[in-house]
C-alpha cells in the first residue's frame, strides 16, 4: 500500500505489495523461485483492501479461501528491522513512537530488533519486517505523489487458512516533514503498520485508514474496530 500526496489537499493512497508464500498439497510452477515447485510468489497490487471484506468502516487487505483475514499469529511478537540508509534526523524516535502507538491500539507487537543493511523491500519473504527510505529510483512505486509503501508476507496451509510471516515499510524520502492538514512521516508509518497487520483502507473518510487523509492522525472508532478483527480473528 502506499501513502499518496497530491494537489491542494493531503492524500493517503495506499497501495498493497504481498509477497506470499504459498504452501499446500497443490504443486505450483514458479519461474522466480525455486523451492521445489511447491511454493510460489505472489504480488498483488490491491490498494483498498478487498471488496467486502471486513465491517463497517473497514477492509482486511488479504482474506483466505474461507473469508478470513490474514493476519498474525495469536499476540504475536512481531521482529522489526530497520534500514537507516536516507532516514531522516531522529528517525529511531519516530519509529519507536509509530510502533509504541500500533502497539497500544491493536493485539498485536511490534519488537524494533536492531539495524540492519538489508534493502530487499519488494522480494520479502519469512522474516523480520523491514522498515527503510527509498527514492523512486530505487523502489518505482513511490515515484510521483507516492510517500510509502507497505505490505505482508504470508504462509497458506493445505487447509486454506493463512497467516503473515513477514512485510515490509518504505517510506520516500522525498516525503516533506509535514503536509498540508497536519499530515506527517509518523501518521504515514502507523498507517502503513496498520497494513502491516492486516488492514486495508477504510470507508469512513475521517478514519486514519482512510484511502484519502485530510489530517487525521489519530485511530478513530473505525480503525479500532477494524485491529479488533483481526485480534479476534488470529486468536479466535
Given amino acids: 500500500m502506499d501513502e499518496r500526496r497530491g494537489g491542494g489537499c493531503t492524500s493517503i493512497l495506499s497501495l498493497l505489495l504481498v509477497l506470499g508464500l504459498v504452501i499446500s498439497m497443490v504443486v505450483y510452477l514458479s519461474p522466480g523461485l525455486d523451492l521445489g515447485n511447491v511454493r510460489r510468489t505472489v504480488y498483488s497490487e490491491r490498494s483498498a483492501g478487498v471488496a467486502g471484506s471486513g465491517g ?10 474461507g473469508g478470513r483475514p490474514v493476519t498474525w499469529g495469536c499476540a504475536a511478537r512481531i521482529e522489526v528491522e530497520v534500514n537507516p540508509q536516507g532516514a531522516p534526523e531522529g528517525y529511531a524516535d519516530l519509529v519507536a513512537t509509530a510502533v509504541q502507538r500500533v502497539n497500544e491500539a491493536s493485539g498485536f507487537t511490534f519488537v524494533v530488533t536492531g539495524e540492519t543493511d538489508d534493502r530487499e523491500f519488494q522480494g520479502r519473504q519469512r522474516g523480520p519486517v523491514l522498515i527503510g527510505w527509498a527514492d523512486e529510483e530505487e523502489v518505482s512505486e513511490l515515484a510521483g505523489p507516492t510517500a510509502g509503501l507497505g505490505g505482508a508476507s504470508y504462509v497458506v496451509g493445505p487447509g486454506g487458512d493463512a497467516r503473515s510471516v513477514g512485510g515490509m515499510v518504505v517510506l520516500d524520502t522525498d516525503m516533506p516533514g509535514g503536509w498540508l492538514g497536519g499530515l506527517d512521516e509518523e501518521t504515514v508509518l502507523v498507517h502503513e503498520l ?20 485530510s489530517g487525521q492522525d489519530e485511530f478513530t472508532d473505525a480503525d479500532l474496530a477494524g485491529l479488533a478483527a483481526l485480534e479476534e480473528a488470529a486468536c479466535g
Avoid at 56 to 65: L, R
Avoid at 194 to 213: F, I, K, P, R, W
Fill in 56 to 65: 463497517e468502516g473497514y477492509t482486511f487487505m488479504q482474506v483466505s479461501d
Fill in 194 to 213: 496498520v497494513h502491516v497487520l492486516g488492514l486495508g483502507h477504510s470507508d469512513d473518510a475521517d478514519a486514519l485508514m482512510a484511502a484519502e487523509n
